[in-house]
């Protein structure tokens, strides 16, 4: 502190002025250094696994073309009734609506010259051999659409928690071994952090039961699924010591 700045501090002083003490930059960085922990380590762990997909979802849908919309949406809602009732009943299955669309389509000149339509029921089950039956039996009414199959959330949770228990272990054994490598004798748990994510499957389209040709309308139609990857992220920081 140079003399002019001793001068006027000590007539700030005396005069009750407030005064703001400034540190010297270098005083001030060495100060944050000193409070930053040292021997603190950061680490993340994962672990992966594919499961097998337990849940299918299969889109039936019916379409029809009319000079009326009231009229078509009559035959549409008539048709989705008869799907419905066919399936209500059926063991291992749920049946319920779909998408519902009725839209016109124009002629050269912009008028409306037909109405079309398009109603949907979509059976979800995780019994695969009992909905593929179904909607085989369904054929007569309404085809199929897409089929997607995915994983149930009782199965993400015994797969999130099987793996949350590997990713736990392997964190704890990189805390270990590293604080080792760095020269100390343990470690404590500062922060962690545990995430899972899974990737969702993408929908699998079926071919139409039209094509399918008509001795196959009532056969089941053959159901696989594949498997979803579940992940489980454990991050956080230790404390080397």
Known sequence: MTKKTARALALALAFGAP???ALNPVLARAQTMMQQPSGVLSLNAQ???EVPQDEVEITMFFEQQASEPSALTSTLNERADAALQKARGVSGVTAR?????IFPSTDRDGRI???RGRTEVVLESRDF???SKLAGQMASIMQVGNVRFSLSPEAQRA??????TEAIKSFREQAASSAQAFGFSGYSIRE??????GVMPRPMMM???HAMGADAKSAPMPLEGGTSTVTVNVSGSVQMK
């Open 19 to 21: 005064v703001a003490l």
């Open 47 to 49: 672990a992966s696994a």
């Open 97 to 101: 609506s779909g998408a519902f669309s």
């Open 113 to 115: 010259s037909t109405w």
């Open 129 to 131: 051999a009992a909905a």
């Open 159 to 164: 797969a999130e928690q099987r793996l949350s």
């Open 192 to 197: 962690v952090n545990v995430s899972h994510s």
């Open 207 to 209: 071919m139409s039961m």
